[in-house]
C-alpha cells in the first residue's frame, strides 16, 4: 500500500465546466500516473509524472491536463467536461528498485458529467 | 508495439478448484516486468504478482504463481484452491520504458468462483 490518496471520490458535473482531481501520495515515489477506466476498454493512461514538473502525455491524452508542483501531488484537469469523460479515473504511483519495479493505485475517482 | 492480451473474458470454476487466468504480451524489450492485478467488485486494484523478464523462477506469493514462458510470450496467472473472495475481475499488466516507466494493460478477465 503507497499511502495513496484520491479527492474526491465522486463528483457530478455538468457539460462544459472545468474539473480537478487530485491525487496525493505519502511514500515519495517518482512516477504518477493518471489512469480511466471504461467497460471494454481496460485501464488507459491519460498522462504521467516523471518528477515534479515533468510530466508527459499518455494514450488518450486529448482534453486533459496535469500538474505536479510537489512530489506527493498530481493533478488531473478536464479543461472543459464533456460526456465522453464520464469514467472512473484511477491515479498510481510507481517506484524503481534494484530490478524491481512497483505500481500502486488509488482508490479511484467516479466522475459523472451530466 | 507494446500490448497486452487477455482472450478470457470470462471464467466460471468451482470453489477449490486451481484457476488459471492467460494472458499473452507482445513486446521487442528486452527488459521488461508483468503484473497482476486483481479488481473486486469495490473498484480498488490490488496488486496480485510481479515477474521480471531475467528472473529465471517463476513468482510466487501465497497462493498466486505466475506461469512465466518467455519463448512463448505468456504469463499466465494461476490461484490455487479458489476461494468465493477470489471473484472479481483480474488484469495483466506489463512495464515498458518508454522515457518513463509505464504499465499498458490488457482487458482483464472477470472470474467468477461458485460454491
Known amino acids: 500500500d503507497a499511502g495513496i490518496t484520491q479527492s474526491p471520490r465522486h463528483k457530478v458535473t455538468e457539460t462544459g465546466t472545468p474539473v480537478t482531481l487530485r491525487c496525493h501520495q505519502t511514500e515519495n515515489h517518482r512516477y504518477m500516473y493518471w489512469y480511466r477506466q471504461d467497460p471494454g476498454h481496460g485501464l488507459r493512461l491519460i498522462h504521467y509524472s516523471y518528477g515534479v514538473k515533468d510530466t508527459d502525455k499518455g494514450e488518450v491524452s486529448d482534453g486533459y491536463s496535469v500538474s505536479r508542483s510537489k512530489t506527493e501531488d498530481f493533478l488531473l484537469t478536464l479543461e472543459s467536461a464533456t460526456s465522453s469523460q464520464t469514467s472512473v479515473y484511477f491515479c498510481?504511483?510507481?517506484?524503481?528498485?534494484?530490478?524491481?519495479?512497483?505500481?500502486?493505485f488509488g482508490p479511484g475517482t467516479r466522475l459523472t458529467v451530466t | 508495439a507494446q500490448k497486452i492480451t487477455q482472450t478470457q473474458p470470462g471464467m466460471f470454476v468451482q470453489e477449490k478448484e486451481a484457476v488459471t487466468l492467460d494472458c499473452t504480451y507482445d513486446?521487442?524489450?528486452?527488459?521488461?516486468?508483468l503484473f497482476w492485478y486483481k479488481q473486486p467488485s469495490s473498484g480498488e486494484m490490488i496488486f496480485l504478482i510481479y515477474q521480471g523478464s531475467y528472473d529465471e523462477q517463476n513468482a510466487t506469493e501465497g497462493r498466486y504463481s505466475l506461469n512465466f514462458q518467455k519463448a512463448r510470450k505468456s504469463a499466465n496467472l494461476v490461484i490455487s484452491a479458489s476461494q468465493l473472495g477470489d471473484s472479481a475481475m483480474y488484469f495483466c499488466?506489463?512495464?515498458?520504458?518508454?522515457?518513463?516507466?509505464?504499465?499498458?494493460f490488457g482487458q482483464g478477465t472477470r472470474l467468477t468462483i461458485n460454491p
Open positions: 498510481a504511483t510507481g517506484n524503481v528498485r534494484l530490478a524491481w519495479y512497483e505500481q500502486y
Open positions: 499488466a506489463m512495464r515498458v520504458f518508454q522515457g518513463a516507466q509505464k504499465l499498458v
Open positions: 513486446t521487442s524489450d528486452q527488459s521488461y516486468g
